[in-house]
Structures are given as structure tokens and as C-alpha cells.
């Protein structure tokens, strides 16, 4: 195994003990608050891995993935809410939406980078926003939806978003090993050059966008059914914003950047509520300067400070 | 009747998105780079305007140029601070600078919001009139004497920017950096300056936007993402780089605006111009007006 | 106008890639003017021309990334003009590009394991192949290192390996020496001289005339988009046409 190939079975078996630290958590703490709190971080912990998928080892910079995440909320929120159709049937049933339209939104953004790719991601967002927030006879628009729980305890709640985070990060293990590991960083790092060498790119960008906007709309469906509220607030642009502080904070283009710096960024943005409401002031502060100076991240920040250490 | 009337009101919205889009236009082209920030210097306008005259007691003619200078400087420190790397090579975002710069003003835009919200407090203010005339009849249509004075500075602001741009040695610079940023600086062109002359330009410009229109909408900390979305459709439209043509795109997205909002839809009326933006990105990288494709 | 007793197919045995009359303008300027000739398998054939004589749009064209206008381009018995650079790659066509194209935050590894896997091979087949390349082109040392880290010399031989992870029909090079340290060249050209003997096609462009010379026993010049001789090297370099396109007028016509 080469080097890079180490630091990503590295980068696993970190997350995996943070999500073990994760799954222990309830045994200390019984307050229910701040289990939800925790399923929270959760849900965004599964955006920001499908978002660092596209975008930090892609390098698609979208800026859908509250979108999607809305999509996936409203797909399993109206079957329940019409259709009466029980969660096991809707999360799935998002799960499918989301990806197909993320392969299409995919297939239709091809060939645009960087800002461009932006602005119309970004475009597609707002309209879709907009679009569920004035169809107020279907969606009922922005009084949100009731939706059913999944489960009559938040424990079981709780369980269930540590099962749906560990499958999937397992998933991007395998991925990111896998032969479509090195196709899509390459694509990430040049494009033609990629095609060049016999890179399908047309291929898998798609798989890119697909994965990452299911992978969206399942943590929003699950969260649906968490709260047991669907509103269009789900795909606030802000929203996307702070999906992308979570993984610049934590390190973009790592396995455990995501995990850590979703988890991170909304345990201590609860725990700055208390002090004053200032922690969207400091994270944006934060990512300012790690993009300005380390784009690595906090997790490229540890490992400096290990290789220093060891060296 | 009223077909005229949507139509002069629309090119009145249009000049105001103009204010917005010229400096973006400018920007990108001579960064190549998108300032998702730039609805934030609408809203540090609209604020200093507005705050100026009511807690500093400053005359409205005076609170303006004031919330011009300050926007001329909220380009300028963001341009210093934060875009050298683009050019100056020594960002560890490397070869990713587009990516960089999304990521980079996306967070000061974040920033600045919550910065705001903290500090001045989430309320909207509304602020005051530059002129009291109500309503006058201009021609066929009536106008409010704020809009009339607003779209009189804006057509200023606008033809001032052009000449400048044209004829003064500075702006004949800018255009030159807008080409072909190597062979400027070859010849002599401080690269440097002319990036943080056009951040400020644009700076100003967006801040006069939101201190004009601070009577009309007033300044709360997110005031700023409706315009700033306004001026990314419109500098795609216009061919990303192209001051003309983001102008022109300015003018018919406040027209197609205001009559879609009668005739089609109110409550979309919004997203006209996101649908735009996405279809021509899609058909037509390169906008309406551009010449250069976005293909890698 | 000058020497176009080509090698053919007569003499190197199966064409490997045959061109015809491929044109492209861009605006009123041809930068592509009815370029035909044909390169049998084994060859190894330089390319050479001023400035602007669309030697690299010509490359372009054969390995995708620009579209002909006319012509048809055949490698083997396929046809591929048109087909996108992945599917021309998957064929057998690979190209090299004058600015050094290499995956800068990926290892040197990676980069070369990125090549091998996208034309197929299986992962341990992929790294057994990756090893041999290294140590032949004198980066094992630095096979852990991100591509970006490396010497520019270092990644135009990453680039180089990068096109032989399965070996090729026919390479395109588009000026492998340019503003590259003397070692290293030598390097590249001991690679090429090896891999020529065991039978690799090189189509190969380059304005560095004594490599040329020595490497290349039949040369193609381009001038003003036009193919202007083609033939046995030392032959077509002593051709007015060719040393006035140099000199003179060039890329005027």
C-alpha cells in the first residue's frame, strides 16, 4: 500500500472510532436535547460526506445539497402526508428521487466549472425552494408538512442515523479504494488529461453527482422523519453554506474531514447559542482562514502536528 | 397605458441591477472569478447610509457618498486580504482557484450577515428619503421623486463608470489587465492596483445600490442576496466580462421582470431569471454577449 | 513542392494510423490544410514546423479534443475521427501535451495507476506495471509524492509514463524536450530508442532539431497548416521549402 492508499485506511478507521464515540454517547448523556443535538449533527454529517464526495473529491463545487436534502424531505413527507405511504417505502422512494435528479441536474451540468457549475447549481436550488414554497395546495408551502415519526423513541432515532452514517461511510471507503477513487480525483485535478488517459468523465461525474445528491436526500428524508416537519427552510442557500463550512472546517478531500468538522461545527454552534449567538460569526471566521491559509483543514492541521511529532 | 408603465418601471429596476452587475461584470473580468460576497457590500450600503443619517444625524447627501466610500473600502480590504492568492500564487488552493474563491466569499458573505445581525441587531431599518417631492408625472407615468433622483445617480454613476473606464489612464488599464492579465503586467501595468481598483469600484457601486434603495427596501442583514443573485443571472447573461452587455442584460431582466410578474406570475417572478441563467449556461456557456466558451 | 515519397505502408508493413485530408479553420485561417500522411506500425516519425503551423492543432484533432472539419483519421483499420479523447484513448491512440499535464495532488503512484486501470488493467496487474515504469524512468524514489511536488522534468517523465501503462498502438508526443534539463532528456530518449526497438509507433513533435535528427529516421513538416514534405529525415531538413519555412516568410502563407 502506498502512501495515499494508508492515509485514507487511516482516514476510516478515525471516523469509524468517532462514529464508535458517537454510538456510546447516549450512555452518558440522557438529556433528550441534546440527543437531538446530536441526531442533528448527524443529518448534516451525511450531507457534508455527500457533498466532500462531489466536491472535494470530484471537484464539482455545487451548491445544491440543502436541495436535495429538501427533495428527499418532501418525497417521503408527501407519500406520508397524500398517500399515507409508511417511511420504509418513502425513504427509499427519496433516496430514488434525489438520484435521479441529481443525475440529471448532473448530466446537464457537465461541461460548466467552477463559478459557472456555482451559479447554477445555486440557480436550480432557489427555483426548486421557491418552487415547493409557492405550491401551497400540494407542499403547503411554507407552514412545512406533518409528517410520521420513524420510531416512537429518539434513541431508536439515534441508532438508526449511526447505522445510515456508518453504511455510508463505509460505502465511500469502498468507493474511494476502488479504481473510482483515482477516476474521479483525476477528474478533480484535470479534466482533460483525465479523458485523455481513458477516463470515462462524462461517466462518472455522473456517479459523482448521483451518489452525492442520494446520499442528500436520504439524510433530509431521514431527518423528515425525525422532526416530523418538512419545510422549505430544509434547502435555504444558508443551509448549503453551512454544509460547506462543516467540511472545509474539518478538512476537504479527507474521509473524516466531514464527520469531524459536522460534528464539530453544530455541537459547539448549540453550545454557543448559549454563550450569545456568535458561532456562525466564528465558523465563517474559521473557514475564512483555512481556505485563506490551510485548505487542508483541521484534519491536515492534526496531521502536521502527528508527522511532527513521530518524525 | 400600463404596458409603458411596466416597461419604464422595469428599466428603473433594471439601472438599479446594473449598479449591482457592472462592478460584478468587472470583477470577473479580471479575476475570472465569481464574488459571492458582493450582495454584502449592497447591504454595507444600505446600512452605513442608513445608520449615518439616523444615528450620526448625517443629511441624507451627505450619508451617500458616505456609504460609497464605504463600500469603496469593504471591496477594497476584501480584494487585499482575501484575492491576492488568486494571482499571486502563494495559496495552497493551488490549482483550484476557482474553487477557492467560491468557497472564500461564500464565508465572508456568511460572515459579514452574522457580523451585522450581531452588531446592529436583525431589524429592518428603513432608511430615509433623499427627496421629499411625492409624486411627479414624467410624461406618460408617474414617478416618486426618490425614484427620480435614484435613477438620475444611477445613470450618473453608470456613464461615469464608462468614461472612466474609456478614456482615463487608469481604466484604459483595467481593460488591459481584463485581457490578458500577463502581458499587462509585462508591460509595465500594476496588476495589483488595478485588482483592487475594480473590487473597490464594484464595492462602491453595489453600497450606492443599497443606499439608494434603503427608502424603498429596507436594510436588514440578508438584504443583500436577492440583488446579489440579480447580478450573477445578469453576468452570465451578459457574457461574463462584458460591461455593455451586462448592462443591456440589466436592463431587459428588469423589464422581463416586471411585465412576467403581471402577466405570468407573481409569485415566481423570481425565478424568470434563475430559469434564464440555467438555461442559457446551459445552451450557451459563453451568455448572450460573450465570445469566449467555457469549455475546458 | 518538395519530397512527399513517404514511407507507406509498403515499406512498415500495417499502416498504424493512416490520416486524410483532414482540414480545420478558425475564422478564414486554416490552421489544418488536407494533412495526409500515414505512419506504419514500428515507426517512429518526427513532426516539425514553425510556430503556427498547426502542428498541435493537428495533434488535437487526432486525439479528440478537437473536432476535424473534413478528413478522416483511421488507426488500424478504425476510423476515429470525432469519437471523444477517452474513447480515442481506450483505442490505443495516446497523447502527450506540451504543458505538462500530470494530477498534481494525486502520487506519482496514483498517477500512473489512474492510466493503467483507466485502459483496463486490474489492480495488481496495474501496480506490477506501475513499478516497472517507475524504475525506468528514475522516479521510485518519489512515487509517494504528490505529482505537484515534482520537478517539472519529473512530471512531463510521470506524464510520459503515464501514456505507456499499456502500451500504446501509436504515442503521440508533443514536444517531450522542450525546457527540459539534458538528463532528462536523455532519459526520455533512451525510453523512446528502447521502446522503438521493441516495436512502439511514435509520432513525435519537436523543434529540437538534433534530436530529431538522431531519434526519427523519416520526418513530416508542416508549414501554414499544409504538410510540405515527408520523408527520410536528413532529406527533408536540406529542402528549400523547409528551411524557407523557417527562415522566411513562415506561418505567412
Known amino acids: 500500500m502506498d502512501s495515499s492508499a494508508r492515509r485514507m485506511a487511516l482516514e476510516f478507521r478515525l471516523s469509524l472510532g468517532l462514529l464508535a464515540l458517537v454510538a456510546i454517547a447516549p450512555l452518558a448523556i440522557d438529556n433528550p436535547y441534546w440527543l437531538g443535538v446530536l441526531i442533528v449533527s448527524m443529518y448534516f454529517a451525511l450531507l457534508a460526506a455527500g457533498w466532500n464526495l462531489l466536491a472535494g473529491y470530484t471537484g464539482q463545487f455545487s451548491m445544491a445539497p440543502a436541495c436535495f436534502a429538501m427533495i428527499g424531505a418532501y418525497t417521503t413527507g408527501l407519500l406520508a402526508y397524500h398517500w399515507k405511504i409508511a417511511p420504509s417505502l418513502g425513504i427509499p422512494a427519496s433516496i430514488l428521487a434525489a438520484g435521479a435528479i441529481g443525475a440529471i441536474l448532473g448530466l446537464i451540468v457537465l461541461r460548466l466549472r467552477g463559478p459557472y457549475l456555482a451559479l447554477t447549481t445555486l440557480s436550480f436550488a432557489e427555483i426548486m425552494r421557491l418552487a415547493i414554497g409557492n405550491s401551497y395546495d400540494f407542499t403547503r408551502g411554507d407552514l412545512g408538512l406533518n409528517v410520521p415519526g420513524l420510531f416512537e423513541s429518539r434513541l431508536a432515532c439515534y441508532y438508526a442515523f449511526v447505522a445510515v452514517l456508518l453504511a455510508a461511510q463505509g460505502g465511500l471507503y469502498l468507493l474511494l479504494r476502488s479504481r473510482a477513487g483515482l477516476f474521479l480525483q483525476a477528474i478533480r485535478d484535470d479534466e482533460v488529461a483525465a479523458a485523455s488517459r481513458g477516463v470515462d468523465v462524462v461517466l462518472w461525474k455522473t456517479v459523482a453527482f448521483t451518489l452525492s445528491t442520494a446520499a442528500s436526500g436520504l439524510a433530509g428524508a431521514m431527518y423528515a422523519h425525525f422532526s416530523q416537519l418538512v419545510s422549505p427552510e430544509l434547502g435555504l442557500l444558508s443551509q448549503t453554506g453551512l454544509v460547506i463550512c462543516m467540511v472545509v472546517i474539518g478538512g476537504i478531500g479527507s474521509l473524516i474531514g466531514p464527520l469531524a468538522g459536522a460534528l464539530l461545527v453544530y455541537v459547539s454552534s448549540e453550545m454557543l447559542r448559549e454563550a450569545g449567538g456568535v458561532q456562525l460569526i466564528v465558523f465563517a471566521l474559521l473557514v475564512i482562514l483555512i481556505a485563506r491559509f490551510f485548505r487542508e483543514g483541521l484534519w491536515g492541521l492534526a496531521r502536521r502536528s502527528l508527522r511532527k511529532t513521530t518524525a | 397605458m400600463l404596458n409603458v408603465d411596466l416597461f419604464i418601471n422595469g428599466l428603473i429596476i433594471g439601472l438599479f441591477y446594473a449598479l449591482m452587475a457592472v462592478g460584478l461584470t468587472l470583477i470577473f473580468g479580471i479575476l475570472k472569478v465569481v464574488n459571492f460576497a458582493h450582495g454584502e457590500f449592497y447591504m454595507v450600503g444600505a446600512y452605513t447610509y442608513t445608520l449615518a443619517a439616523f444615528k450620526l444625524g448625517f443629511d441624507p447627501w451627505l450619508a451617500l457618498p458616505l456609504a460609497l466610500a464605504a463600500g469603496a473600502f469593504a471591496g477594497w480590504l476584501t480584494e487585499r486580504t482575501l484575492m491576492r492568492p488568486l494571482y499571486a500564487g502563494y495559496s495552497s488552493w493551488g490549482l483550484m482557484r476557482d474553487e477557492y474563491a467560491v468557497v472564500v466569499t461564500f464565508a465572508l458573505s456568511l460572515l459579514l450577515i452574522n457580523l451585522v445581525d450581531k452588531v446592529v441587531g436583525p431589524y429592518p431599518q428603513r432608511g430615509p428619503g433623499l427627496v421629499d417631492i411625492p409624486r411627479m408625472a414624467l410624461g406618460p407615468i408617474m414617478l416618486s421623486g426618490q425614484k427620480l433622483a435614484a435613477t438620475g445617480m444611477s445613470i450618473a454613476m453608470i456613464a461615469g463608470l464608462a468614461l472612466f473606464l474609456r478614456y482615463s489612464l487608469w481604466g484604459r488599464q483595467i481593460q488591459a489587465v481584463a485581457q490578458n492579465r500577463l502581458g499587462a503586467s509585462l508591460a509595465g501595468i500594476d496588476t495589483a492596483r488595478a485588482s483592487s481598483l475594480v473590487f473597490a469600484l464594484s464595492g462602491a457601486l453595489a453600497a450606492l445600490a443599497g443606499a439608494l434603495l434603503a427608502p424603498i427596501i429596507n436594510a436588514s442583514p440578508d438584504v443583500g442576496a436577492f440583488p446579489a443573485i440579480k447580478s450573477y443571472v445578469i453576468v452570465v447573461l451578459g457574457g461574463m466580462g462584458s460591461m455593455p452587455g451586462s448592462i443591456a442584460a440589466s436592463l431587459a431582466l428588469g423589464v422581463l421582470e416586471s411585465f412576467g410578474a403581471v402577466y405570468i406570475s407573481y409569485d415566481y417572478r423570481d425565478t424568470f431569471g434563475l430559469a434564464i441563467l440555467m438555461l442559457v449556461l446551459i445552451f450557451r456557456p459563453q451568455g448572450l454577449f460573450g465570445e469566449r466558451g467555457r469549455e475546458v | ?253
Open chain 3, 1 to 253: 513542392m518538395g519530397t512527399r515519397a513517404a514511407f507507406t505502408q509498403k515499406d512498415h508493413g500495417v499502416s498504424c494510423l493512416a490520416v486524410s485530408n483532414v482540414s480545420r479553420a478558425f475564422g478564414g485561417l486554416r490552421a489544418v490544410d488536407r494533412v495526409s500522411f500515414d505512419i506504419g506500425r514500428g515507426e517512429l516519425v518526427g513532426l516539425i514546423g514553425p510556430n503556427g503551423s498547426g502542428k498541435t492543432t493537428l495533434l488535437n484533432i487526432l486525439s479528440g479534443h478537437q473536432p476535424a472539419e473534413a478528413g478522416e483519421v483511421r488507426l488500424g483499420d478504425e476510423a476515429i475521427q470525432g469519437l471523444r479523447p477517452e474513447r480515442i484513448a481506450a483505442r490505443g491512440l495516446q497523447r502527450m501535451f506540451q504543458l505538462t499535464r500530470v494530477f498534481r495532488r494525486m502520487s506519482a503512484l496514483d498517477n500512473l495507476m489512474t492510466a493503467g486501470r483507466a485502459l483496463g488493467l486490474a489492480h495488481p496487474g496495474a501496480l506490477a506495471r506501475a513499478g516497472i515504469l517507475l524504475e525506468e524512468l528514475a522516479l521510485s524514489r518519489v512515487s509517494d509524492l504528490d505529482a505537484g511536488q515534482l520537478s517539472g522534468g519529473q512530471q512531463k517523465l510521470l506524464e510520459f509514463g503515464c501514456c505507456f501503462m499499456s502500451p500504446p498502438r501509436i504515442a503521440l508526443l508533443d514536444e517531450p524536450f522542450a525546457a527540459v534539463h539534458p538528463a532528462m532528456k536523455e532519459t526520455m530518449a533512451r525510453f523512446i530508442r528502447a521502446h522503438h526497438a521493441d516495436g512502439q509507433t511514435f509520432l513525435v513533435v519537436s523543434h529540437d532539431m538534433p534530436v530529431i535528427v538522431e531519434l526519427c529516421p523519416r520526418t513530416i513538416c508542416m508549414n501554414a497548416g499544409a504538410v510540405i514534405a515527408d520523408g527520410p529525415t536528413r532529406t527533408v531538413l536540406n529542402e528549400r521549402s523547409v528551411i524557407e519555412a523557417y527562415l522566411g516568410g513562415a506561418g505567412a502563407a
